[in-house]
């Protein structure tokens, strides 16, 4: 079992940044992929970027070029450093986690067991 838990939003004007951090507890083994998505009022959850154990990355083509996911393996915490916000990525942010030693080009909400409770990012213009 992991719990997993997001920090780091806020309200940021267009054009800022941010970086949401996700601690994360319990055994993750040596085989996993970990993940942001969002979930815009009215909206459903959509995956953001996903990144596995060897550091392979996959991103969401609407923030492709502007987000970056990483990873602090000593520290177990998971980041989202995300730079020209826009009000459209106003959205709960939730990291997500599975044992799985890969993750899948298309991030999907199903393919993860694992969730934190969120963390609202808003962008004013």
């Known amino acids: 079992q992991l719990a997993l838990a997001e920090s780091g939003g806020g309200s940021v004007q267009a054009g800022g940044s941010l970086r949401l951090s996700c601690a994360i507890y319990g055994y993750i083994a040596g085989y996993y992929c970990m993940g942001w998505f969002r979930q815009a009022p009215g909206k459903e959850r959509e995956g953001v970027a996903t990144i596995e154990r060897d550091d392979t990355t996959f991103y969401a083509d609407s923030v492709q070029g502007r987000f970056t996911i990483s990873q602090d393996n000593a520290k177990n915490t998971l980041y989202l450093q995300m730079h020209s916000l826009e009000p459209e990525d106003t959205a709960m942010y939730y990291c997500?986690?599975?044992?799985?030693?890969?993750?899948?080009?298309?991030?999907?909400?199903?393919?993860?067991?694992?969730w934190g409770q969120g963390t609202l990012v808003t962008v004013s213009s």
């Open positions: 997500a986690a599975d044992h799985r030693g890969f993750c899948y080009r298309n991030i999907r909400e199903a393919d993860f067991r694992f």
